[in-house]
């Protein structure tokens, strides 16, 4: 199934920057109680490549894709794509990635930011084109604005998204969304208090769901 079809229902990714190692279960069986169906591991996390191995075998009887986010250079994405990353996500516009992504059918989501890398990044490739850092722009207000020409361009809102503003990004025209530190915080994996995270997640979820 096309990456964006299997999201369809839920166009959610969560982004898990600096997971500890030995927390996938209990990330997994949060993400399955709440209905979140695609993971990135950040490649700037410790064990990175082994945590993501570790939650794509957790996952794979629940249907959840688990990726790689903060790649950045091409050497991350090799190493992404041997631990079998089922997806990739940039927060900047690599031809190289984004080229090589798309000949080896991996769904690619580069970053970017300004009308022209938009443009570029699709027409290189991309999957979707996260528009990162989206909280510092404008926010749902500049996906509406980049709505009118790229009508045709499936965008992904990254930076500042939470549970108070999920719903404005979609009502705004984003075809997905993706979150980390405003529920998959960095202390409160630590602790392991994955009871808090759920509840935060769902919370998100449900103001999706309610669009």
Known sequence: MDFLEFLKDMPVVGILRDIPRGAEDACIETAVKCGLKAIEVTMNTDNAIEIMANLKQIARPYDIKV???????????????????????????????????????IPIIPGALTPTEVQKAYDMGATAVKIFPVNCVGGPEYIKALRGPFRDIPLLACGGVNAENAAAYIKAGANLLAFGGSIFNAKLMAEGNWEEIGKRLSTLLNAVRAV
């Open 67 to 105: 990726g790689a986010g903060t790649v950045r250079h091409f050497a991350e994405y090799q190493k992404a794509v041997i631990a079998g990353a089922q997806f990739i996500v940039t927060p900047n516009t690599r031809k190289d990635i984004i080229k090589t992504a798309a000949s080896e059918f």
